[in-house]
């Protein structure tokens, strides 16, 4: 099963999907300023096992923006709709960087819709990145400040960048609330600091944590071998 298309929101917006394979349903979450195109590499792995469900978050990709704000309760409520509309009820989640933070978002307003939970590099505070990421961050949203300010055009440019220099709405009780199976797995050289990753998964209730050495934040798409053979394993119910 290929398909592919839109569903639009309550608001206007347009929430781009694809959907192929069969079985048990995964969704697949990108981070800040990408698209489902970054999980490339984990199609061919995943695909003979799962029925994989890609989305492009509201002002991402091919999905427009019919708001004035972007968190990630919104684009949870965009997840939940988009899931409906294919009949989903029940998912696992894949989330990287901000599609991580969104994973537990949604987790945490629909957790009888989450089967298992994968979290690569999520953080629940900026303060959990490393100096070096602040840097590139502040600097970044720097600029789509200014933009904005030109022009209405970078609105969502702006709101992207926003969201990468503010804490997620996501609380450490709604973590210890969780109770799928989840999985945090990250790069030892990530952007987010180790110690903010352990304590991510010490927040969820019965998580696993793995490391893999000499990665950074892009894991997924580094050493997609591993990444999707731990994350397969996970999801499979194997050890």
Not at 65 to 77: I, Q, T
Not at 112 to 137: D, E, M, P, Q, Y
Not at 199 to 223: F, Q
Request: glycine share 8%.
């Amino acid at each position: 099963m290929k398909d592919s298309g839109y569903f639009t929101m309550t608001d206007g917006t347009d929430i781009f999907y694809r959907r192929m394979g069969a079985g048990e349903p995964v969704l697949f979450l990108h981070g800040n300023g990408g698209s489902s195109r970054f999980f490339k590499n984990q199609v061919p792995s995943f695909e003979p096992y799962f029925q994989l469900i890609f989305l492009d978050s509201r002002a991402h990709g091919r999905s427009t923006n019919g708001g004035e704000v972007l968190n990630f309760r919104l684009m949870a409520k965009d997840t939940k709709e988009a899931l409906d509309a294919l009949g989903i009820e029940k998912t696992s989640i894949v989330g990287f960087s901000d599609g991580a933070n969104l994973a537990m978002a949604f987790a945490s307003l629909y957790p009888h819709a989450v089967n298992k939970l994968v979290l690569n590099s999520g953080n629940l505070s900026f303060g959990g990145t490393k100096l070096s990421g602040r840097i590139t961050s502040y600097l970044q949203y720097a600029g789509a400040y200014a933009l904005n300010a030109l022009s209405q055009r970078f609105k969502d440019v702006h709101l992207k960048a926003k969201l990468l220099v503010k804490d997620p709405d996501i609380s450490e009780d709604d973590l210890r609330r969780l109770r799928c199976p989840s999985l945090v797995i990250v790069g030892a050289r990530d952007v987010v600091e180790t110690a903010h990753s352990k304590y991510i998964a010490s927040l969820i209730p019965h998580c696993r944590y793995v490391e893999v050495p000499d990665h950074g934040h892009r894991l997924a798409r580094t050493n997609a071998k591993a990444f999707n053979e731990i994350v397969i394993n996970f999801l499979k119910g194997a050890s």
